[in-house]
């Protein structure tokens, strides 16, 4: 099988080394496109075998599966660029652009064909950027798509993690959640690091420590199957140092904070 990646930058470079590093898909089947050199360079500072090129049309024929990573306003120039070499009936389209919903990918993808004999099988994918180490929730949604097809979809990114088969309507919900969330995460683990070197530890210390205590939270409630409230009752003790830093935290807005959050990132992702 193999895969043609368009748009080598942040995410569509961190989909390339996830499907590398997974047993599903060989680097050598996996070609990158991009009009920006510095992106080629980059993949080619990986070290994996990928096949680079800035010409779309060149990895055209031999392809199964595009993956389309572009900015939503090139997304109907990938296919102006490509789709005299396209072949609907065989090859699949991934789109992992957000903003960009089927009817859109739909009208790209077809172009003036107004009455099509074959409609295009599209998958939207909502990966987060830890693809690269096989760590990403990735969320799946189909159109014309057989069951067959929705497996494979699958198979193929839960070798990057996790994947979770949802509606189209829910996509920007899960984006905001799942995507964007990554992000919430990291900017938790700067403010409790901050946190801990104004107690007195090192910067290197704080990392560590944060860090830690973050993968054991994760893997309490992975190996437990709890919800979080259940955890927390576990360490919280009457008049103790656990309540009196939490309750500090709920009037600051600590879980408000988060909700608007992920509120504004879902409705501005619609």
Do not use: W
């Not at 609907?88 to 993808?109: H, T, W």
């Amino acid at each position: 099988m193999r895969v043609t990646i368009i748009g080598a930058g942040n995410l569509g470079g961190a989909i390339a080394c996830g499907l590398a590093k997974g047993t599903f898909i060989n680097a050598q089947n996996i070609t990158c496109v991009d009009h920006n050199p510095r992106s080629l360079e980059k993949m080619h500072a990986t070290g994996l075998p990928f096949n680079l090129t800035t010409d779309l049309r060149k990895s055209i024929p031999d392809t199964d599966i595009f993956i389309i990573a572009v900015k939503p306003h090139a997304v109907c120039d990938v296919f102006e660029e490509g789709r005299d070499l396209m072949d609907i009936k065989r090859q699949i389209f991934f789109s992992v652009v957000a903003g960009v919903d089927f009817e859109d990918l739909d009208k790209c993808i077809l172009g003036d064909c107004k009455k099509p004999k074959i409609e295009p099988v599209i998958f939207r994918i909502v990966p987060n950027i830890a693809v690269s180490i096989g760590e990403s929730i990735t969320f799946i949604s189909s159109r014309n798509a057989n069951s067959a097809q929705i497996k494979l979809a699958e198979a193929i990114f839960d070798e990057m993690g996790r994947t979770m088969v949802i509606p189209e309507r829910l996509l920007p919900a899960a984006m905001a959640v799942g995507s964007c969330g990554i992000a919430y995460i990291m900017r938790y683990v700067r403010a409790s690091m901050n946190g801990a070197i104004e107690a007195g530890f090192t910067a290197s210390d704080a990392h560590t420590i944060v860090l830690q205590t973050i993968k054991g939270a994760v893997d309490l409630l992975i190996e437990n199957g709890d919800h979080p409230e259940i955890e927390i009752d576990r360490v919280v003790t009457p008049g103790g140092y656990t309540i009196k830093g939490l309750n500090a935290m709920e009037e600051h807005g600590f879980s408000n904070a988060v909700i608007a959050g992920i509120r504004e990132s879902y409705i501005n992702g619609k």
